[in-house]
């Protein structure tokens, strides 16, 4: 089988997180967040290669952390774009030419479970594309521009989609090169799979993989990181 790669995206100013500091370098327990993503994918047998996206002011000091946090499998850091689709770009033209399955995954997700990623990487081995999703607990509606609800649809096909999204390397590559031919321009790399015409597999992780997006997701990640993912 071909080598696999992860592609890290850490480009992103997390203004919802409204802090000074991108949320990404900001301190959990004690060490920044994209470090503990890092880490996490450094840990896991499978993974071959590690690319790093980062913004254009942030190269030296993740230079500093591979070399601090011993991240050996650190093949390149780049430089991303505007948009996070922009960022992977960016990230998938530099892999290495040996690599045939990417993980695609959000820097400020440090809390995946290396469980989930293998489960989720062999189906992609096995159908070319699968990604982490939690089944939503809350009741979603649908709600107009006026604050009127209109369709309350079933929860039971409602799936809140996480990262790392998992694919054959030659598959996402095309799906990205349709998306940039037609100015499309999608929040996860999976919309690109599936407007591309290819099925894209889900498989079901847990709740602990959030996306840190806010300041109430900070003493949630405190939390799980002192007593959930230490234990995995
Ligand atoms: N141009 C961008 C935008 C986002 N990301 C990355 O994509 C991941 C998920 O994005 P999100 O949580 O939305 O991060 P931000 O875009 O930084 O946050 P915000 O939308 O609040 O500004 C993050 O690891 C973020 O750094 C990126 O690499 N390049
Ligand atoms: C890729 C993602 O994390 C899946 O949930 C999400 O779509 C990123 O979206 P954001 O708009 O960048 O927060």
């Not at 959990?28 to 840990?43: S, W």
């Not at 489960?119 to 070319?128: D, F, I, P, Q, R």
């Not at 649809?153 to 990262?163: V, Y």
């Not at 993989?209 to 990640?221: F, H, S, V, Y």
Request: proline residues 5%; aromatic residues 6%; neutral net charge.
């Amino acid at each position: 089988m071909g080598k696999l790669g992860v592609v890290i995206v850490a480009a992103g100013k997390g203004s919802r997180m409204r802090s000074v500091e991108s949320k990404q370098f900001l301190q959990v327990g004690d060490k920044p967040i994209l470090v503990h993503t890092l880490e996490l994918f450094q840990r896991i047998g499978a993974i071959d290669f590690i690319v790093l996206v980062t913004g254009p002011d942030d190269v030296a000091r993740c230079r500093q952390y591979a070399v601090r946090y011993h991240i050996s499998k650190l093949h390149s850091i780049v430089v991303g774009g505007a948009e996070r689709q922009h960022s992977v770009r960016e990230g998938l033209k530099a892999l290495p030419p040996e690599v045939e399955h990417v993980l695609v995954h959000d820097g400020v997700r440090p809390f995946a479970n290396t469980k989930d990623i293998i489960h989720c990487w062999s189906k992609a081995v096995e159908t070319g594309a699968a990604v982490l999703a939690v089944p939503v607990k809350d009741t979603i509606k649908i709600v107009d521009e006026t604050g009127v609800i209109r369709s309350t649809p079933d929860r039971r096909s409602l799936w809140a989609i996480q990262t790392p999204q998992a694919f054959r390397r030659s598959l996402l590559e095309q799906a990205y090169e349709q998306a940039e031919r037609d100015g499309f321009v999608g929040t996860d790399d999976a919309m690109l799979v599936e407007r591309f015409g290819t099925p894209v597999h889900v498989v079901q992780s847990d709740y602990y993989n959030i996306k840190i997006t806010t300041p109430e997701d900070l003493p949630w990640a405190e939390w799980i990181a002192q007593n959930v993912r230490g234990e995995d």
